[in-house]
T-cell receptor, first 118, second 113 residues
Framework: AQTVTQSQPEMSVQEAETVTLSCTYD???????LFWYKQPPSRQMILVIR??????QNATENRFSVNFQKAAKSFSLKISDSQLGDAAMYFC???????????????FGKGTKLSVKP | DTAVSQTPKYLVTQMGNDKSIKCEQN?????MYWYKQDSKKFLKIMFS???????INETVPNRFSPKSPDKAHLNLHINSLELGDSAVYFC????????????FGPGTRLLVL
């Protein structure tokens, strides 16, 4: 079974600085998807960024980028020029690329709570 | 336009009651899900459903049952509510073969007294 580990329960960053959130996962599959979701206090789950395992190029969405290391099974999220609105819980998630059964479900890490200091 | 909506957003009820949470998606997706987020913020799949099969997480008590009247809806029914059912429940949807991204509803906070 696949697992996702976020080793940092809490992180803090100064406004306008850069922060990196860690995520590692365990799988025997070669094709899969990885996601970062943001959950602000409003509790809405918001997709931040996604990565297909077959793509070597790291995904980027504006101030958000990932460092995807497939061999190391690592998928970290870098937030540049941090803003107050970035304060939230961040969840790393894994999804198999296979269809059928429970393989389409997201497997989540336990989350990292990010605080942004003004 | 709300992509995935849930009602109600808050639900307070007594132990032993039966309740339902509704979920609707207007994205035209073919697969819908229910996740439970516990008090420690951990998210875990409960059900996934498309028009072909229902997949139930083996840890989910049979007091929980999803009902899908049509492709755009997946409602969650809970019988004989227990204190431990208190949590936030999220509905989500996705389309097979289309980026595989799941879009979430706003969540329903359930409190069982």
């Amino acid at each position: 079974a696949q697992t996702v580990t976020q080793s940092q329960p809490e992180m803090s960053v100064q406004e306008a600085e850069t922060v990196t959130l860690s995520c590692t996962y365990d799988t025997s599959e070669s094709d899969y998807y990885l996601f970062w979701y943001k959950q602000p206090p409003s509790r809405q789950m918001i997709l931040v960024i996604r990565q297909e395992a077959y793509k070597q190029q790291n995904a980027t969405e504006n101030r958000f980028s990932v460092n995807f290391q497939k061999a190391a099974k690592s998928f970290s999220l870098k937030i540049s020029d941090s803003q107050l609105g970035d304060a939230a819980m961040y969840f790393c998630a894994y999804r198999s690329a296979n269809y059928g059964g429970s393989q389409g479900n997201l497997i989540f890490g336990k989350g990292t709570k990010l605080s942004v200091k003004p | 336009d709300t992509a995935v909506s849930q009602t109600p957003k808050y639900l307070v009820t007594q132990m032993g009651n039966d309740k339902s949470i509704k979920c609707e998606q207007n994205l035209g997706h073919d697969t819908m899900y229910w996740y439970k987020q516990d008090s420690k913020k951990f998210l875990k799949i409960m059900f996934s459903y498309n028009n072909k099969e229902l997949i139930i997480n083996e840890t989910v008590p049979n007091r929980f049952s999803p009902k899908s009247p049509d492709k755009a809806h997946l409602n969650l029914h809970i019988n004989s509510l227990e204190l431990g059912d208190s949590a936030v429940y999220f509905c989500a949807s996705s389309q097979q073969g289309l980026q595989e991204t799941q879009y979430f509803g706003p969540g329903t906070r359930l409190l069982v007294l």
